[in-house]
């Protein structure tokens, strides 16, 4: 069969509240989805750039042009037994990457298992191109020219510093979709959500190493929400690749047929609306944090304390359903409500008090000093309402909600250009703070018109 190319793309995110406790069943997270974007291009390859003994088997070759050295090539072989797929990466070809790229090569043997448990055709070698938009990462390193939208970052990915938008779920998501797409039926219907969700968080999850609340994908794949986290054993059910049935468990999974462990994930866009009159803004901070084990060091306060956590837990989850309720207000309201912005600003500061009583509680700077006098600063400046330290915290970045206005985000951008402060004691200092490109969208996965990508495939 003749397959067409094909492309989807997967936005980021940013998880406005509710880091750590969404990793809770019990809790939820408030996240906004991005228009930036990873893009995912796929289509036949003839295989000619390589030697002819991996002739007969289905290759596929992942590039990410964007960056030096970011050309990985795997060897699918369709064993006929119940576990999965092997997805081999060939390393000793030159002209292809030797490290390794475990969001891709997880996605790759999920993705190409879930398919040959459908008996969907596999033998057909693919090439994919991934295509990342500028924003997720910052562009310290010096990059070359855009091309059909896209930049060369010139470096290689490892070099490339993070913005903390969600690369890897977006990637996966994007990946994912285009590949269950592009061996099965094509972009003709719409996108297939749920199956690509529960694919993604499969992969995903197998490629983080079992940590993570999954509220990234869940905004790859339909962008803001207010997300509820599904419970653990969902995915624990299905095993590890090389185990007995896994073929078998990771379709029942995908296609939610395992009736003991049903999806009970909670996806509400609805519940989320941000104003016409207000815009997200992202200051990339540059100056990273480890997450793994900022969680780690949370959830042990929280066991070891756990009427203490238990009890600000609940009051951040307060403030978080307020926050979504003021901005469903504000939403509904014509023009400017003093009165609606001031309890906006109000909630926001409240959350913030509490994020900092849990930092001081548990002893991980999620809204660290240096964050703190930034938050600050900003929700001081004309036209700016206020912001928190996103995700996981710590020194990546801060959210913004401002007045959706040129001169607001101008006069901000400049002040901020000027900005540096020092944290006694860890010694972190922030020199450099930028507004990034990206503002909030709704959308989530979609698939993308295939010819656009020309220049890059
Ligand atoms: N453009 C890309 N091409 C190929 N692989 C990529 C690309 N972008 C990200 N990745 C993969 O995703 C990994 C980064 O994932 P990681 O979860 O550490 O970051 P993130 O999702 O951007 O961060 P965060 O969860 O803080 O938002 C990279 O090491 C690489 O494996
Ligand atoms: C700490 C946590 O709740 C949020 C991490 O968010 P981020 O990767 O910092 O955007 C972990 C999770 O939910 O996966």
Redesign the pocket.
Known sequence: MAREPLAVSAPGKVLFTGGFLVLDRKHTGLVLGLDAR?HVHVEAWKKSEISTNQEGSTMVLVQ?P??RN?KWLYNVVNTQTDLAVQVRQVTDLQSFTQSS????ETTLQYALTYLRSRSSSIDTSCKLT?L?DDS?YSQSVTSGQTQQGFLDFGCQ?SEAH?T??????A?VTALAAALVTWYTEGTDQALPQRMVHNLAQAAHCAA?GKVGSGF?VAAAVFGSCLYRRFTPSILEAVGEPNSSGFMDKLRLCVDDLNLDYKWDVEISSRAVQLPKSLLLLMCDVDCGSE?PSMVRKVLAWRKEKQAEAGLLWNAIQEGSNDLCRNLTHLSQLEGVDKQARQELTDTILTIRSLVREMSAKSGVPIEPKVITELLDFCSSQHGVIGGVAP?AGGYDAVALLVDNDVEVVRDLEQRLDRWQAFEEGTGMAIGKVRLLKVRQAYEGARYEDANKYSEWV
């Open positions: 990873i990410s964007q960056f970011a790229n475990k969001f891709v991934i990342a997720y990915i993070k903390g938008l969600g690369s890897s779920a990637l983080q990234d997450t995700g």
